[in-house]
């Protein structure tokens, strides 16, 4: 007895699977109706508020000839699209949970996530308010930046800039914007808060032949001669600071240190000046020194220098 079986030929061609996948789709969208509807209607609403945005952002084209107006407008009808489709897109999706305020808070999530620079940059507005490390008018460092204080925003603090390439804290002349959460992490100090003055130090080098002593007492006077009217009001505001801060200075009157380096004797004034007024007042010390210095023979600026000795005996 013969048996006889038929079996097909495997043939790889008849598998589609664009067919397949296509076929798997429509299986879902069969099955889950709501599905299917919240889907076609997140893509409407999409194509919706794109439309409204693409044809306003032609209105503003035609009637805006500026390109840096246009683009302006253009970012900020990006924003507004993208929020106004979010909160629909939400509703779709999220339209079995019926609480408002569980929806609410999901949504303020995402923006804490999404906006988090502009919500720290509010907190950091906050702090200044609140605690007043600073105020508009103050001169201040906050990391490598310094200036004066000329603008306080919700979102950013502006500064004249000072130093740089700018020698002595003098300006720039350029205005630097400093977003507000900068001061939760980076140093902050303030050059003028509580205590209008700091102190600066002006190094003078004599020659080791000079007549370190008399050159002392000459800078001891010149400093006393210019730095005499701010020290009695820098006392007083050290009296005023100390009620805040724990500040304690000793001295506040000028004041020569002597050292020795390589070239020299050095002689280093500490004084008390204004912040803006520092090169001004290192300027008028230094042309009395220099003027005062050129009148005695026997004390002489020194300045790097190279002595070679000969010995003439294996001459």
Known sequence: MYYYICVDEFNPLTLDPVQDITTQIQE??????????????????????????????????????????????????????????????????????????????????????????????????????????????????????KGDVIDLRIFKFTVLEIGNWVRSDQSTGRVVHIPNHQIFSDPLAN????????????????????????????????????????????????????KAYLIYYRHLTPIVYTDVQDSGICLTIRHLSNPRNRRGVSQDIWEDILRTFSQHDDIELAYPTMRIYKDHKND
Request: aromatic share 14%; net charge neutral; hydrophobic share 50%.
């Open 28 to 145: 879902v969208f069969e099955s889950s109706p709501s599905l299917t509807y919240k889907i076609v209607l997140t893509v409407g609403v999409i194509f919706v508020i794109w439309l409204i945005r693409y044809l306003a952002v032609r209105m503003v084209n035609k009637q805006l000839p500026e390109a840096k107006e246009q683009y302006k407008w253009r970012k900020n009808l990006t924003y507004v699209s993208a929020f106004i489709g979010f909160l629909i897109v939400g509703r779709i999706w999220f339209e079995g949970i019926h609480s408002l305020a569980t929806f609410l808070g999901l949504l303020s999530a995402g923006l804490a996530i999404a906006l988090k620079d502009p919500i720290t940059d509010f907190a950091g507005w906050l702090f200044i308010l609140w605690r007043k490390p600073f105020n508009v008018g103050d001169r201040i460092q906050l990391g490598d930046t």
């Open 191 to 242: 050059y003028t808060s509580s205590f209008d003055f700091i102190w600066n130090e002006l190094e003078v080098l004599v020659t080791f032949e000079s007549d370190w002593e008399k050159a002392k007492n000459i800078l001891q006077d010149i400093a006393d001669k210019h730095i005499e009217q701010f020290s009695e009001q820098a006392n007083r505001q050290v009296q005023r600071a100390q």
